[in-house]
């Protein structure tokens, strides 16, 4: 079968091609309500004071209600796809309580991220964003309907979201100096990230997606997620009055390319995805995130309440 390439989506009427592979994720996901209260706003630059630093993470929060209702609604709609012969009845049992915690997980999110967002409403910033999100949703839809598309973009944003939970976590400086409240919300964020990091990479497989149309979305993404990150940043900061300040270069110089920056820390696990033998699992294990994220979680456990 052959696919045709567009701008900003694919030509595909059929599945991309691949084999159902038996993957299996017995752990339960606990959908967890954060104690944090963002009625009562926060700094206009509440990183420490350094204006790239706020708005960048700013603009990733613009990103997440849109993006998490798509990425909920992907695995829903692929989860049909799952073979259905009773020797596998054991595996859709697993990957389907998977995803109701993945499900509630980004739930959540999507909620909290929207208290978060209409506060930075207030503070005048206007979300592009979420926009230029939709758009492309529509897009997707109209020129590559079938259910794995969908589920292969989504499992390319879920790495890039795994990586910068895991930098969250793992390196102080990224969140040096900021508000206690949003330090506990990103690190809660990032922690629950890593949780489920696999979930829609293991359906997608399960389901019979293919390398090929995995790694072919997944440079799509890289260019996308880039481009709308530093797009939507820029445009904050236009908005904050701080974009031609020098300062704010020099923030912006440092957060990507200083000690444990942003560059540094993700591109090479931002390249291992390309790999035929890629699986989101050997990230957790190799260098710890899914023990970093566990160990935040018992540490802050008095800070949010398990619903299910």
């Avoid at 691949?18 to 630059?45: M, T, W, Y």
């Avoid at 969250?168 to 206690?180: D, I, K, N, S, V």
């Avoid at 904050?240 to 020098?246: E, N, S």
């Amino acid at each position: 079968m052959t696919h045709t390439s567009t701008a900003g989506a694919t030509s595909a009427d059929t599945a991309p091609d691949g084999q159902a592979a038996d993957v299996r994720r017995p752990s339960p996901l606990p959908i967890r309500k954060l104690a944090v209260n963002l009625e009562r706003g926060f700094g206009r630059h509440w990183h420490g004071g350094k204006a790239f630093h706020t708005q960048f993470f700013n603009a990733l929060s613009m990103s997440f209600p849109v993006g998490e209702q798509f990425f909920m609604d992907a695995v829903r709609s692929a989860a049909p796809l799952l073979p259905q012969g009773p020797e596998h009845a054991a595996l859709r049992e697993e990957l389907q309580e998977q995803l109701r915690g993945f499900i509630g997980q980004e739930a959540t999110h999507r909620q909290i991220h929207g208290l978060y967002n209409a506060q930075l409403d207030k503070q005048g910033l206007v979300n592009r964003w979420q926009q230029w999100a939709r758009e492309r949703i529509g897009r997707l839809h109209e020129r590559a309907p079938h259910p794995l598309h969908a589920l292969a973009v989504t499992c390319a944003y879920e790495h890039f979201t795994a990586l910068l939970a895991d930098g969250t976590l793992r390196y102080p400086r990224w969140l040096e100096g900021a508000e206690a409240e949003m330090q506990l919300l990103w690190r809660w964020h990032a922690a629950e990230e890593t949780e489920h990091r696999s979930v829609a990479f293991d359906l997608y497989r399960a389901a019979g997606g293919s390398d090929r149309w995995r790694v072919r979305w997944y440079l799509f993404v890289c260019v996308t997620f880039a481009r709308d990150a530093l797009c939507q940043t820029a445009l904050n900061l236009h908005r904050d009055g701080t974009l031609w300040r020098p300062s704010t270069w020099w923030q912006a110089l440092d957060l990507f390319w200083g000690r444990d920056g942003l560059v540094w820390r993700t591109v090479p696990a931002a390249l291992r995805y390309l790999r035929r033998d890629f699986h989101p699992d050997q990230e957790r294990h190799t260098p710890g995130s899914a023990a970093l994220a566990q160990e935040w979680l018992v540490a802050h456990a008095t800070r949010f309440r398990v619903i299910r």
